[in-house]
């Protein structure tokens, strides 16, 4: 069905056309929002540019209502996008940014980005972050975090949940192993099986602390979202302890949905999403006033879930 709002281009770009993605963009520009930052989707495991449950494609429909432009990209190795032979991930991840960057800027002009990603595209948007200056914003999706220590930290936190939440922690341990239940043989049937955990770099707690102060510097700000399957993550806050970044409190929301998985099965927990980060954009728009963890819940209130930690951090 045609949407009046919005126009949708598939674009062919790189060298010799590698990259394919989809770009979003108002149908009418809005005025009253001039120099938005753009939101670059960055692919995640297997999925493709739609994201999980066609996540990116709901998110780049309903981002561009309120002015932005959204770019959602198949990187090299996914969807409609060969690999580079010879190249390792991060090579490879490094020269797909690099024709990113150069097709918008010769679409849209020297545009500030928004970088937004699912697991090894909140990675990818890590890794990123620091050296780009036009990259003004993250928003990740079960990002990679550290145990934080003390007395009541994460492995302490862990053993009282394993005994006082005992269905949510074995609905953890049925998602984490769950492809044990495979037998090894089917497995291996297909002669182009990867193990998902291939395509995961994670960034260091050296390299993550780069890129939130790099966002700091640059006056931006950053969305993460976890969920109760994100490994070696059990309490809102967390990932601003483990990164002692300063001011972290002034330009980071933190969110902990217990209730939500990794790939945000449930069309309630979609939802939710979508209205945080559309909440979470409209600073951009009027930047005066930050969202806060009340704006965020507010939001969610009329859907039939529960924000189960919140984080203004």
Not at 35 to 50: E, K, Q, S
Not at 191 to 200: C, G
Request: hydrophobic share 40%; charged share 20%; aromatic share 8%.
């Amino acid at each position: 069905m045609p949407d009046n709002h919005l126009t949708e281009e598939a674009l062919q770009f790189g060298e010799g056309g590698r990259l394919f993605g989809i770009l979003t963009l108002p149908s009418v520009p809005i005025s009253t929002s001039p120099g938005l930052p753009v939101f670059v989707f960055l692919t995640a495991g297997f999925t493709h540019r739609v994201g999980p449950h066609r996540l990116h494609v709901r998110l780049c429909r309903e981002l561009v209502r309120l002015g932005f432009t959204s770019l959602r990209v198949d990187l090299t190795s996914m969807g409609d996008s060969p690999p580079r032979p010879g190249y390792t991930n991060q090579q490879s991840v490094a020269a797909d940014f690099a024709e990113i960057l150069a097709m918008l800027e010769s679409r849209l002009g020297p545009s500030p980005l928004v970088l937004a990603g699912l697991c090894s595209g909140a990675d990818n948007a890590i890794t990123l972050a620091p050296n780009e200056p036009r990259v003004v914003g993250m928003v990740l999706l079960d990002p990679v975090c550290f145990p934080d220590s003390g007395l009541m930290g994460f492995r302490t936190r862990a053993m009282v949940a394993k005994y006082t939440r005992p269905a949510s922690y074995i609905s953890g341990l049925r998602y984490r192993f769950k492809t044990l239940n495979q037998p090894r043989e089917k497995k291996r049937e297909d002669d182009h099986f990867v193990d998902p955990l291939a395509l995961r770099d994670p960034p260091t707690l050296e390299l993550m602390q780069a890129a939130f102060e790099s966002i700091r510097k640059r006056g931006g700000r950053v969305l993460s979202v976890f969920t109760g399957t994100a490994p070696q993550y059990n309490q809102v806050g967390q990932l601003g302890r483990v990164l002692a970044v300063d001011g972290y409190q002034q330009f980071c929301t933190e969110l902990f949905w217990r209730r939500s998985d990794h790939t945000f099965t449930l069309e309630v927990h979609r939802r939710q999403l979508v209205e945080a980060i559309k909440t979470w954009a409209g600073d951009y728009i009027a930047p005066e006033r930050a969202p806060t963890s009340d704006d965020l819940s507010e939001r969610a209130a009329s859907l039939p879930v529960l924000l189960t930690d919140t984080h203004q951090a």
